[in-house]
């Protein structure tokens, strides 16, 4: 009875040969065929040996009892008893701070929105907002010395509340297809800080329908810069378009499929690859294995791809690790660099604005600010990766 708790279901994916998705305790697995009808079987009869025996019987003697029983041993019970499975871990750091049962009501009551028709009218109204704003805005990177402090409070609130609805748009989205989502939580991936939904379940839909959930929160977002954009051609704030520029930089930082956020997922599905960062990093290692002629070489997931997705899979291996070469060797050394020689500098023009009794420039401000969080961020990923080689190396 206890591998009736396991259900089964179809998981559409780029691969040649059927794929199947497992969920047990609210985890998910990836299964072949073989796997499947064998967990059919064990669904199938009362006690685990007429389960086998079946299977057996049903595969004309191709495996033997005693093999069987070791692959549900190894394989199927682990599941069960949530032993010998790792977790993918896409933070250093993460934790959550609402349950599913608390923004399940909103969910609920914004599922609605993902109707084609409003989908269709938000976004061709964002487009067409988004393109006017920036082909009529004057001075987009000019700004003047009146913000201040509580300005500067409003900008962050204004940011965390945007990106926290930002995640209800990927519960509501959950919520109309028909599945459970999970907490929202905040994480540090590398060194950037995100809020996160959890939305494992959606590996249950159809590819076209898990790019709609991945989309949904830049979908929802939308609503804040279409009120930005109308408020700053009534007003022609300063702040309005500060906020644009920086939720359009959201969008496309977010829409990056190099790092783990919107972007990568949408890729994930495009391409039909779960795990894609493993597997590009899996192909990067087999062809450094085969160029030094290692044997016993694990053949990539590549291989087992339909011939339409293989090259879409191969040109994104390349860059998504000449990109995170780029990041790690290039972008974090240089800020380094660049904060050692240029910070004290900053620091001293501060003090002379605070001495002298006048407002410094928000720009200062600002970059003071930016500077020593990426600092601390950086500080933090540095030694926790330090921390986590050294205890895979004592494994």
Not at 123 to 144: K, R
Not at 282 to 290: A, D, H, P, T
Not at 306 to 320: P, T
């Amino acid at each position: 009875m206890k591998y009736r708790s396991i259900t089964i279901s179809k998981l559409e994916t780029s691969a040649k040969e059927e794929t199947f998705l497992l969920c047990c305790n609210r985890k998910y697995y990836r299964a072949n065929k073989l796997t499947v009808e064998l967990l059919h079987s064990l669904q199938k009869y009362e006690n685990e040996k007429e389960g086998i025996f079946a299977f057996v019987e049903q595969t004309k003697g191709l495996y033997t009892y005693r093999y069987i029983e070791e692959v549900v041993k190894r394989v199927i019970n682990p599941l069960l008893e949530g032993t010998n499975v790792k977790a993918n871990k896409s933070f250093l750091y993460e934790r959550k701070f609402l349950s599913a049962d608390s923004i399940d009501k909103f969910s609920c009551l914004f599922s609605f929105l993902f109707e084609k028709k409003y989908i269709y009218l938000i976004l061709a109204s964002v487009l067409i907002a988004d393109v006017c704003f920036f082909f009529q805005a004057n001075n987009l990177m000019y700004f003047d010395n009146t913000i201040n402090l509580y300005h500067f409070i409003g900008i962050f609130l204004f940011v965390f509340s945007s990106s926290f609805f930002h995640e209800l748009g990927h519960a509501s989205a959950c919520k109309y297809f028909g599945l459970r989502h999970g907490d929202i939580g905040f994480g540090l991936y590398l060194n950037i800080p995100v809020l996160y939904t959890d939305v494992t379940e959606i590996w249950k839909l159809k590819r076209k329908q898990r790019i709609v959930v991945n989309l949904a929160g830049i979908y929802f977002q939308s609503f804040f810069l279409l009120g930005l954009i109308i408020g700053f051609f009534i007003s022609s704030s300063d702040i309005l378009r500060y906020l644009i520029l920086i939720m359009n930089f959201g969008f496309l930082m977010t829409l990056n499929p190099f790092f783990k956020f919107d972007g990568y997922w949408i890729m994930s599905d495009l391409l039909g690859i779960p795990n894609l960062r493993d597997r590009s990093k899996e192909l990067l290692v087999y062809i450094y294995n085969c160029i030094r002629k290692k044997s016993k070489t694990k053949s990539p997931y590549l291989l087992e791809m339909r011939k339409k997705e293989k090259w879409g899979f191969f040109i994104y291996s390349l860059l998504v690790n000449l990109f995170m070469g780029f990041y790690l060797f290039y972008v974090i050394p240089r800020f380094l660099f660049r904060f050692i020689q240029g910070f004290p500098t900053q620091i001293e023009k501060l003090n002379i604005y605070l001495s002298s009794g006048l407002t410094p420039p928000f720009a200062l401000v600002r970059n003071l600010g930016v500077q020593l969080i990426f600092l601390i961020l950086i500080i933090y990923f540095l030694s926790r990766s330090v921390l986590l080689i050294k205890r895979n190396v004592r494994h």
